[in-house]
Structures are given as C-alpha cells and as structure tokens.
C-alpha cells in the first residue's frame, strides 16, 4: 500500500467552535508526517477522528485502506494511538502497564520484545517504578511502548513531546526516526516549529485549516519576503518601534533577536538592512546590529497566519 491515511474535507465542530474545517491531506506509506501548530489548532480533533475515537461531522477519512467511521473495528488493531496527555495508569509500575496493554490486544512482553527493544531498553531498569513517579521523558518512552507492542502498522501521535525537556526531546525524535527506518507509517503533531525538521513532510495547521503541506525545506524557501535578524540591547521597545515602521510587515521575537519580514517583494535585502538599521538608529537605539536571515518554517507560518503582530508580542 502506497498511501497509509487519506483525509478529505473532514469538519468537526464543538459548538460555534469550529475545530476542523474542510482538511484534507494524504500520508504516504512509510512517511514521518507531522502536523506542526499551536494549541487549538485542531491537531488532537483530527488525530482522535484518525484513531477511530471520534466521528466528523462531514467530509470523509482512510487509513490503512479502512474507514475510519465504517471500519472502526477492523481497524483499531492495526493502529497505535498516543495521545497528549498521559493516559496510562500511574499507580501500576513500568511492567505492568506493558503488560496490560499487551494483553488487550491478546499479546506478551516476550513475544513483542524485538519490536518495542529499543525503547523498552531504556525503561527496563525501571521496571518495577510505578509510572506515576517517572519523568516526563519517560513517561512518553513508556507511552510510546504500549503504543507499539501491538505490533501496529501505522502510529499516531499527539503532541508527543510537549512539557518534555530538550535532551529527552531529542531522543524521542531519534526513536521516531528508528521506528521509520524499520518502515512503520508515524504521523505526529507537535506545536514546537523545530521539529518540523526531523519530517519527511509537513502540514502547518492553524484554526482548523491547514496552511500549507510540503517537506520542511520547501515550506521554508517559499518564503516570498525580505527577511531580516535584528540584534539590539532593548528588544521589547525596539519590537514596539519596528511595528512603527512604514514597511513593516511583521515583527515577531525570535530566539535572542527579532525578526523584520518587509511588506515589499521588490526590494533588495542589502536596501531592507540599511532601512531597518536607520530608523533604529533614527528613534535613538544604539548598538543595532542587523543582518539577513534564512527564513524557517517557523517565519512561513506567521506570515501564513495573517496579522502575526497583534499575537506576537
């Protein structure tokens, strides 16, 4: 099978709160897909309807070839589903939540252990620790194990690394990239931008929409605006000041500086660099260095969110 999720014009509404709103997408067999946005952009709508826990309202969803409304029970075997906060029991130990989830699906440890080694590793020194008591890392380790002793052939996970420090981060990222290789389908949502990177592609959601799909690099080189990194002692007035500008498009901190995305798309990065670097100088800010950027996916999505100052600040 060359295509392991197919989605097409889902809708899903709580209310007046619209959580989708006429999605569609595939995912090809064997890809690392991530859905990248803030919360309450409707990544956990969607990944509950694609796990088969939750009905659209309208339009329609495969994965794996099956229904997702039609053919739930043929289907949930085949699925792992992590979802973004943790679920497991934290009063059974390490083992023991393995164990349970391996028997739901009328397996064992042992007879999983190949498939699950590599995390499983990690978390059998800690065996008998009940899972309430384990870090964050951990307990996402251990989440992501009893997602997958099932032997499932796609996985979907929910903002798997949110409030997880940058080292366990790192090597959650590098699991998902064993997992891969070994040509399981993983879809993934993750509200950090700089994840984006470690997917083969990527969807940029925002409000229930999704703003643009394509490999990371190609998302970031659409950026179709000069871009400047703005370093200065005060940012926050300097920020306030910039927004004043005739040009400005948008304003927004970036890591130690800001960037300055300019309105024009005819105008060259040298000529946006003096411009900027004047009228900083002009409002009485010293010690301003600025200097071109190389747009992220991050740049794209702000500028695809439409009027980012008034949420940046």
């Known amino acids: 099978m060359s295509v392991a999720v197919v989605a097409d014009g889902l809708e899903k509404r709580f209310g007046a709160t619209i959580a989708l709103a006429g999605v569609s997408f595939r995912v090809d067999a064997g890809e690392l897909f991530g859905f990248v946005g803030p919360d309450g952009g409707g990544k956990t709508t969607l990944f509950r309807i694609l796990a088969t826990l939750m009905i659209p309202d309208a339009g329609r969803a495969q994965v794996l070839g099956a229904d997702v409304v039609r053919d739930l029970w043929r289907l949930r075997p085949r699925v792992g589903y992590m979802p973004g906060r943790f679920s497991l029991y934290p009063d059974l130990s390490v083992r023991e939540n393995l164990e349970f989830f391996a028997s739901v699906f009328g397996t064992t440890i042992d007879r999983e252990r190949s498939r699950i080694a590599p995390i499983y590793s990690q978390l059998e020194p800690f065996a008998d620790r009940r899972a309430g008591a384990l870090s964050g890392g951990m307990k996402q380790k251990l989440a992501l194990c009893c997602a997958l002793v099932h032997r499932p052939d796609i996985l979907f996970l929910d903002e798997p690394t949110t409030g997880v420090d940058a080292v366990s981060r790192r090597e959650f990222w590098d699991l998902l990239g064993t997992l891969k290789k070994g040509g399981m389908t993983v879809v ?78 005819d105008v060259s990065i040298d000529a946006v660099v003096g411009e900027v670097s004047a009228f900083l100088a002009s409002h009485g800010f010293a010690h301003v260095r600025v200097e071109p950027a190389t747009p992220t996916v991050e740049d794209v999505f702000i500028a695809r969110m439409g009027a980012p100052d008034a949420e940046a600040a």
């Open 188 to 265: 993934v949502s993750t509200p950090y931008m700089d994840e984006a990177t470690r997917c083969d592609r990527v969807a940029l959601v925002q409000r229930g929409r999704l703003l643009a799909t394509d490999t990371p690099h190609r998302i970031a080189a659409s950026f179709d605006r000069p871009l400047v990194a703005v370093h200065v002692d005060d940012r926050y007035h300097a920020l306030l000041t910039l927004r004043q500008s005739p040009h400005a498009r948008a304003v927004y901190p970036f890591g130690e500086s800001l960037r300055y995305a300019d309105a024009r798309g």
